[in-house]
């Protein structure tokens, strides 16, 4: 049950070890999986991990998670 969890900016923050500045930004510009539910971003756990996976196998010209 725990990989359907939903998260919070802070979680999502703290998981990947990135400033919420930054995450706002993906959010804003779709980079990575979200959801905005009313004034609140929020983070299915299951869709990061799968995304972060993806950029590990497919990293950008400069190697980052964009």
Request: charged share 30%; hydrophobic share 35%; glycine share 8%.
């Amino acid at each position: 049950m725990e990989e359907n969890r939903l998260l919070s900016m802070d979680e999502v923050a703290g998981y990947l070890q990135i400033p919420k500045s930054t995450l706002y930004k993906m959010c804003s510009e779709r980079e990575i999986p979200c959801a905005k539910i009313g004034k609140h971003w929020r983070f299915d756990k299951k869709s990061i991990d799968e995304w972060f996976i993806g950029k590990m196998q497919n990293p950008d010209m400069n190697g980052g998670l964009r």
